[in-house]
């Protein structure tokens, strides 16, 4: 842990909940974690470095001699879909990634990996599964992903190790998604949405953060990854698995039309999240050898619920 303790981890938009779980994690492994971030988050045993996301400035310096960066900085897409959104969305994702990569470019020692997040909605919506081979799909969300993976590629100098992460639905008890889903869980209103075969790929914020911090300490991963459990479900076994953690015996099924005016009005969101899905494969990290602590859906729910 002595080489640990002096190498730096920058955490480029590390102020949201995925963010603060793995600066605690890495803190607790010995590194010097350094959050950019617009807001200054919650104290912690973690430094702050203010960035704006857009433009090069003093921050650049933390950058500089860094083991690692990882970023994660991005708008939610879990959002009403207007087009300001949309913009907001796409913008603070490119525009994030590439001045990242001019600081990357303009330090005397580059970092020795740099690990990018992306979406797993990046192979678009089907009910076949998908893996890393797997097409891109059409629309929002696809769009967002290539366009994201598009500026690191362009942006990463060929010198620094490349892992890019693509990441599904993360379970975790700070997170806005299940706080959402329990929520009408908890009203009865958890049954199946519109078809129900639409596919959930799903991960535990506990595999999440292992997955990044082997992507920053295993020098043979390289390229892109599906960050996901290897057991996605359909949207009616995701919620029938839900029910049955919170023990609510009552889920009243919702058409498309009847969750396109709730995401909306009531919950601020994009019914898309819940009418569209995909079976993600994370075959890479299968194939390396990866162990999920949470492979499967009940020991994730059980293990968050025992937590709340």
């Not at 740099?114 to 799909?137: K, N, R």
């Amino acid at each position: 842990m002595d080489q640990q303790s002096k190498q730096r981890i920058v955490l480029a938009g590390g102020s949201g909940f995925i963010g603060l779980k793995l600066a605690e994690h890495l803190s607790e492994l010995g590194f010097d974690v350094v959050i950019l971030s617009r807001n200054k988050p919650k104290d912690g045993p973690w430094s702050f470095c203010q960035w704006d996301g857009r433009t090069l400035g003093d921050w650049a310096r933390v950058v500089d001699g860094a083991h690692a960066v990882v970023n994660l900085a991005g708008r939610s897409v879990d959002c009403v879909k207007t087009p300001l959104h949309i913009d907001q969305v796409l913008r603070s994702r490119v525009e994030s990634t590439r001045v990242l990569g001019d600081a990357v470019h303009s330090a005397e020692t580059k970092p020795a990996v740099w690990v990018q997040m992306s979406i797993a909605s990046i192979h678009g919506d089907s009910e076949l599964e998908c893996d890393e081979t797997s097409a891109y799909g059409y629309g929002f969300a696809p769009t967002i992903g290539v366009e994201w993976e598009k500026a690191f590629a362009e942006k990463c100098p060929n010198d620094v190790r490349q892992v890019v992460l693509r990441i599904s639905f993360v379970l975790g008890n700070t997170g806005v998604a299940l706080k959402k889903l329990r929520f009408i869980t908890k009203l009865g209103l958890g049954g199946t949405i519109s078809t129900g075969r639409q596919g959930m790929s799903w991960i535990h914020e506990d595999d999440m953060i292992r997955i990044i911090e082997r992507a920053i300490t295993n020098e043979s991963m390289n390229g892109a990854y599906i960050a996901s459990s290897p057991n996605p479900l359909s949207n009616r076994d995701f919620m029938r698995q839900l029910r049955k953690t919170y023990r609510m015996p009552i889920g009243l099924p919702a058409a498309g039309w009847m969750i396109r005016f709730a995401a909306r009005f009531i919950l601020r969101t994009d019914a898309e999240l819940a009418l569209y899905g995909r079976y993600c494969i994370p075959q890479r990290l299968i194939d390396e050898g990866y162990e999920f602590a949470f492979g499967e859906l009940d020991d994730a729910l059980s293990d968050l619920r025992r937590k709340q």
